[in-house]
């Protein structure tokens, strides 16, 4: 976290911090609480996205808990530097005690997030058009984005198995790995097992994914209109591809000062102000950090309640088994 705030320091005195607070006091209060409105706006559709997928599961969930565990998944996933994977188990855990196993709730929740990844895969297309989108480098990595989902997708529809078969292999080599292995198969079955199923569950879980990713991308547009930058929607769609793979990198927690740093770099390249492009990414990162502040609050108060149930489980059991009771 130092780390990070120190990073993020340097890139506010590399970037003119004088224009960078006149482009964000350009920011109304009623703009700031809009952004901050499709950060948990994402956060929804995602929980909704999971419950129909726990549905095709057998398992009913009600939409504000799972709503509740998305803001406190993703804020595990901002605090742990993982590429925001860290939530996952965590949520799944909390899904246990409602009784979903552990690795249907990992499914569940990877799931979700395969389908939003899917829909970023669709519109990153909109970002090659832009000047940046134009460099070898970008066209090379979206080529190998969009292949690697046209891979997952032909070994699910296919039933090619290629995760599973290379997993067993991997597990003959060491008897050590049998256990871990033979939970990444069975996780691997249960995202297997969703596709196969009915397919009314499978696209109401991606019309929620495909919602969730164009909460954020509106985010986007809105948090350039907001600021008057004059940004075209190409070159918003690649400030938005840029700011999930900055946010994906598990260097520091929540990107802290590498997304604002990437986004200042990314706004100069296509010729506009360092200054521009850290607003903006300020602006972006506040909205989530109200999500993730939420997360915390919430993962206090769901934390505290199970550790409670918990104790009075254990002392009606105790009581129970006291002597002299009957």
Same mark, same amino acid.
């Given at each position: *976290? ?18 960078? &607070? ?7 209060? @009623? ?11 994402? #956060?929804?559709?995602?929980? +909704? $996205? @999971? ?26 996933? @901002? ?10 188990? %965590? ?11 552990? #690795?249907?709730?990992?499914?569940? &929740?990877?799931?979700?997030? &395969? ?13 090659? +058009? =832009? $000047? ?14 969009? !292949?690697?989902?046209? +891979? ?13 078969? %290379?997993?067993?292999?991997?597990g003959r080599v #060491? =008897? ?9 198969? /069975? ?27 164009? *909460? ?30 900055l946010m994906a ?19 100069? *390249? ?18 989530? +950090? ?6 915390? /609050?919430?993962?206090?108060?769901? !934390? ?23």
């Amino acid at each position: *976290m130092l780390a990070g705030l120190g990073l993020l320091a340097l890139v506010v005195w590399l970037s003119e911090p004088r224009q960078t &607070f006149e482009t964000l006091a350009r920011l109304a209060p @009623w703009q700031a609480a809009v952004l901050v409105a499709t950060s948990f706006g994402v #956060s929804l559709f995602t929980a +909704l $996205a @999971w419950h129909a997928i726990l549905r095709c599961y057998g398992h009913r969930v009600s939409v504000w808990y799972l709503f509740e565990l998305t803001i406190i998944a993703f804020a595990a996933g @901002w605090a742990i530097p993982s590429g925001f994977v860290a939530g996952i188990p %965590l949520a799944a855990w909390f899904l246990r005690r409602r009784g979903v196993p552990f #690795s249907k709730g990992m499914a569940s &929740f990877g799931i979700s997030r &395969f389908l939003e990844l899917t829909a970023y895969a669709g519109i990153l297309p909109v970002a090659l +058009l =832009s $000047a940046v989108g134009s460099r070898s480098t970008v066209r090379v990595g979206a080529a190998a984005m969009l !292949g690697a989902m046209l +891979l997952a997708y032909l070994d699910l529809f296919l039933d090619w198995r290629l995760a599973r078969r %290379l997993l067993r292999r991997v597990g003959r080599v #060491s =008897s050590r790995l049998r256990r871990p292995i033979q939970a990444a198969v /069975a996780f691997c079955a249960d995202v297997a097992y969703f596709f196969d199923g009915p397919v009314g569950y499978v696209l109401l879980a991606a019309a929620f994914s495909f919602a969730a990713i164009g *909460m954020a991308l509106a985010r986007a547009l809105l948090a350039s209109a907001f600021l008057d930058l004059g940004l075209s929607t190409p070159e918003v769609v690649v400030m938005f591809a840029i700011t999930v793979l900055l946010m994906a990198v598990p260097f520091l927690p929540g990107a802290i000062g590498a997304l604002e740093g990437g986004i200042a770099a990314a706004f100069e *390249m296509i010729g506009r102000s360092k200054a521009d492009g850290l607003a903006y990414a300020l602006s972006v990162h506040a909205a989530e +950090l109200v999500v993730v502040a939420a997360g915390f /609050a919430l993962f206090g108060h769901l !934390g505290v309640g199970h550790l409670r149930s918990r104790d009075r489980a254990a002392a009606s059991a105790a009581a129970r088994h006291a002597p002299g009771r009957a």
